[in-house]
């Protein structure tokens, strides 16, 4: 049944600038939040924008220049947080972007951490696991003491995972010091479980997007069970939230990855999907489901879209093509500005990304505190407390947009600003 994917140039397309979006969205939730225009102005700017160049010796013996990021958005609530991206379309504007996000998903939660995102420029793909091990070392080495265990905690992001975070760890542990050598493990989240990692960390961001999806339902009365949805992005985010909402009773119909678009109306199994992903590198050739366009991939019929690859995916003409209920943003900023509108007027519901895939954030909190506590906390407590603190959050998102009557991402920006805001009441700037 499966032919060909779709042309390349079908993935792509312009998208406008994230950190515009961002900044966009900051202004919309400053005017229902009444912060001062001050707080709005030093929100507007990250606090450091590092980039490294740095030489890495290739398995040919060649060296290579990589250019590497680390933006520190906001460290008003708590240490800079957030994750590393290896993918070669990452640029200053992008981690400005991410990072100001990061900065307002932990203070919506409460968690007491700000923002921060990193990422390198290239193909990790094109990369044997000895130069990615290289790259990832050198890449440490090169942002020093620019990170660090209670000054800026980095985490995985898209091409990035646990043995990526593992030599970041192993790196910075190995430069500081050596009596406190351990005390550093906490330098990053997101580690593999053997290495200092938490359990449930892994599967947390999908975790929080179901606890989302099931908040929504079951405030609309609306059964999972049997209901539809379609993921796009099959990476760490996706796969898990596609494999987790399985479990409700909902059938996948529609998923896309870098390499194109595959649907079948009777669902794809995304346990099975996932093995294939692993052997494979995408959903391509997946068998028993049908190649279709990315035009059709958003114009499937769904209850459940959720995004789950890079920013902008969605912009007007997919916003138009969309034929769902529900978008649930695990990737971070998929929405464009021009393309929300669109949605609210097709009266189709969006859980913004700072609530809908801060499920990561919150377990990475937990690996933090565990390592610092020299604990380790098993898996039911994990997720018991992750269920409670989305559900929690969530109610408060929808409580606020209730009495201010704005949109759901203007509710949760505008939590997070106005808690940013009163530590700056209280503080002042130094001196
Ligand atoms: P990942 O690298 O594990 O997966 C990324 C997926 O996106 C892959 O399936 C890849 O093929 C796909 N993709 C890449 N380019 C694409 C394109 N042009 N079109 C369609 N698909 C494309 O990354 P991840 O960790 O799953 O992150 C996905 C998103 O979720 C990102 O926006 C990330 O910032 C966000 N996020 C991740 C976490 C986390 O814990 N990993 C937490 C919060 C938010």
Known sequence: MVNKMADAEDLEKDKPNPYDVALAQLDKAARVAGISPAVREILSQPK????????VRMDSGEYKMF?????QHSNILGPYKGGIRYHEQVSLDEVKALASWMTYKCALHDIPFGGGKGGIKFMPRQHSQAELERITRRFTHALGANIGPEYDIPA????T???IMVWMMDTYMNVVGFTDKNANRRVVTGKTVNSGGSLGRETATGQGIVHCIAEWARDR?????????????FGNVGS????????TGASLVAVGDWKGYIANADGINPFKLTEHVQKTGSVAGYPGTRVISRAEFFATTADVFIPAALELEIGVEEAKALNVKLIVEGANGPTETAAEPIIYDKGIGLIPDILANSGG???SYYEWLQNKRSERWDLEEVEERLAKRMKRTYLAVNEYAATKKCDWRVAAMAIAIERIGRAYAERGIFP
Request: hydrophobic content about 45%.
């Open 48 to 55: 450091n924008e590092i980039i490294v160049n740095f030489p």
């Open 67 to 71: 250019k590497g990021y680390r933006v």
């Open 156 to 159: 995985p992001d898209v091409g």
């Open 161 to 163: 995972n646990g043995q």
């Open 221 to 233: 009365h609306f059964d999972l069970n049997g209901a539809t949805y379609m993921v796009q992005g």
């Open 240 to 247: 898990n939230a596609a494999k987790i909402l399985a479990r």
């Open 361 to 363: 954030v919150v377990v």
